[in-house]
């Protein structure tokens, strides 16, 4: 069955250090995978996807078909990165298999 | 700056009572997801349409869940009886299909009581 796990559901760290949000997959298929955020007060929006190969606000994500994951990494966190992140699997053509989630603090 | 809307934004009920949650869709997309967050699932699909059939509601309980859309501009998603463990908050998405990119909505936080 096709899952995501994201290991943590809760990750601090200062301003300034690196960041990494860890995401793995199973899918027997191709995959396309996705990273969302939902700041405060704000809907949950696409922050990037791994097809793109862009970087969004600092963070990058890639793809590893070895390990089957796609952390989410930023190397020098900002306050205003505290958000709820959730990885997303495209299943199928359009159906999309969300992780549980990580709520990324980032203290001052 | 085309947004997709959900109402009400807040809903308190009864044991038992029926809820009702609209979505209009951001014009021109043809698909449309229910999704419902909790703490303890995270974001579980409970339903999608694309061009107002429904595509795929394995994530629904079927017994008390309904999604339809009426037309093109309304989704609705109903539970009748409702129970306290179907407080959750609920979002619509929506897109163009195709792996594109899904517009979500701000959500109805329901709360049973």
């Known amino acids: 069955a096709q899952r995501v796990t994201q290991p943590e559901k809760l990750l601090s760290v200062f301003k300034g250090a690196p960041v990494e949000l860890k995401c793995n997959y199973s899918y027997s298929g191709s995959p396309e995978l996705f990273w969302y955020v939902q700041y405060s007060r704000q809907r949950l929006q696409l922050l990037l996807r791994?097809?793109s190969r862009e970087s969004i606000k600092g963070f990058t994500a890639d793809l590893n078909k070895g390990e089957t994951s796609f952390h989410l990494k930023k190397p020098f966190a900002q306050e205003e990165d505290s958000a709820m992140y959730y990885c997303a699997l495209a299943q199928g053509a359009q159906k999309l298999v969300f992780g549980q989630g990580t709520r990324l603090t980032i203290n001052p | 700056d085309a947004r997709v809307t959900q109402t009400p934004r807040h809903k308190v009920t009864e044991m038992g009572q029926e809820v009702t949650m609209r979505c209009q869709p951001i014009?021109?997309?043809?698909?449309v997801f229910w999704y419902r967050q909790t703490m303890m699932q995270g974001l579980e699909l409970l339903a999608y349409?694309?061009?107002?059939?429904?595509?795929?509601d394995s994530g629904m309980p079927k017994d008390r869940f309904s999604a339809e859309m009426p037309d093109a501009t309304l989704a609705t998603l109903k539970i009748q009886p409702s129970e306290p463990r179907d407080s959750a908050v609920y979002f619509c998405?929506?897109?163009?299909?195709?792996?594109?990119?899904?517009?979500f909505g701000p959500g109805t936080r329901l709360t049973v009581t």
């Open positions: 349409f694309r061009n107002r059939a429904p595509l795929d």
């Open positions: 791994h097809i």
């Open positions: 998405a929506s897109g163009l299909g195709n792996r594109d990119e899904q517009y």
């Open positions: 014009l021109g997309h043809n698909t």
